[in-house]
């Protein structure tokens, strides 16, 4: 697995040390012993995880500007990507890991321990943890990799971050339609759209980036209850 890791990580533009690429070796180890007690992954084989986990949310640090000793907030982190890798290849930031499912947070927190790096775990769904003032506008950057449609993250994701801060969200291939869909949203939560890349990346297909700038704080009323926000977006 490291050189697996360092092979696809360089080509996204991360030179991996030694001791990062053991890291990563150690994360991908704890992430095959959990899947078989909760389910964190379909992704498995070693070449697939590189590429498709760890290159892939390593890939935010090259087409985002993310700023010395950011404050990171992953939302829905799932498995941990991309928060545990950009903490693994920049360990300056400071780094909030949210989700919902408690089991998860339990094996971040050994990862976490295991590794040598330092996260805050929150236990929260997204829309309940944007509303608290513990967290609401308290980030440089809100990242996520959830397969939820733009405007339905935009509207979890851009009331953790702070006015001039940015919400970046990984996505696949073809966003024009989801873009024009999220484009009242985006607005409406004090949001602009200020970059969009679109790239390949090696054995896993096309990728978009989306960085979007926070202009403006966003309005109490948001985010609304998970069921409103599924059933009608912005």
């Known amino acids: ?46 070449g697939e995880v590189a590429v498709k986990h760890f290159a892939d949310s390593l890939s935010l640090l090259r087409y985002c500007e993310i ?50 790096i330092e996260a805050k775990l929150v236990h929260s769904r997204a829309e309940d943890g944007g509303k608290k003032s513990l967290y609401r506008e308290k980030f440089d950057y809100a990242v996520s990799r959830a397969v939820a449609r733009l405007s339905t993250l935009s509207e979890y994701c851009i009331p953790y971050v702070k006015v001039g801060g940015s919400f970046v969200a990984m996505k696949g291939p073809e966003l024009s339609e989801e873009l024009t869909e999220a484009k009242n949203a985006v607005n409406i939560l004090g949001g602009k759209v200020e970059k969009l890349t679109e790239f390949e990346l090696e054995d896993a297909g096309s990728r978009t980036i989306v960085e979007i700038k926070k202009l403006s704080t966003t309005p109490k009323a948001y985010p609304r209850h998970s069921s409103k926000i599924k059933a009608k977006h912005l």
């Open 1 to 46: 697995m490291k050189e697996l890791v360092k092979k696809y990580c360089l080509k996204v533009g991360s030179e991996l040390t030694d001791e990062q690429a053991e890291q990563f070796e150690v994360y991908y180890k704890l992430l095959i012993e959990w899947n078989e007690k909760i389910n964190l992954t379909r992704i498995t084989e070693p």
């Open 67 to 116: 700023k010395k000793n950011a404050k990171v907030i992953d939302v829905g982190t799932g498995a941990g990507f991309p928060g545990i890798p950009l903490k693994i290849a920049r360990p300056d930031i400071e780094l909030t890991l949210l989700d919902s499912l408690n089991k998860r947070l339990v094996f971040l927190g050994e990862v976490c321990d295991r590794i040598g």
